[in-house]
């Protein structure tokens, strides 16, 4: 059984890292195109008017692709108290591009004492 739920979480762990890993590639080439329209736009000599909806459209998709990110963090969070309910907080998954987990309480953060689940504070 210990080792059905290891090859779980394998597969899960992979599929993870390959979901955050897209995103970021997204977020990345999202904001390199952003970037280009205002310089684009000045390089030809338009109006700052032209291609305004695009460039908050764009910004948009940005923002959307850091809030998917965040949604992939939080959930890469939530995979690892599960880890520890199926018996496996003592595995560590070795992340594919090489990337070392922080601290579980890292700056910001609150541990809950019962759940030992990580808590953020929001703002008000």
């Known amino acids: 059984m210990l080792k ?8 899960i762990a992979t599929a993870l890292w390959d979901a955050e890993s897209a995103v970021d590639v997204a977020m990345a ?3 390199d195109f952003t ?3 205002p310089s ?7 109006s700052a008017l032209v291609g305004q909806d695009a460039m908050e459209r764009a910004s948009q998709a940005l923002v959307a ?3 998917a990110r965040r949604a992939l963090v939080e959930a890469h969070k939530e ?3 599960a880890k520890q309910q199926v018996g496996l907080g003592a595995i560590t998954m070795d992340d594919p591009g090489g990337g070392t987990k922080p601290p579980i309480n890292i700056e910001n953060e609150v541990t809950a004492h019962k759940s030992g689940r990580t808590l953020r504070p ?3």
């Open 79 to 81: 995979l690892s108290v």
């Open 29 to 31: 080439k999202a904001a």
């Open 35 to 37: 970037g280009k329209l």
């Open 65 to 67: 692709l850091t809030e």
């Open 4 to 11: 059905e739920r290891r090859m779980a979480a394998e597969v």
């Open 122 to 124: 929001v703002a008000a």
């Open 40 to 46: 684009l736009r000045r390089q030809a000599g338009a």
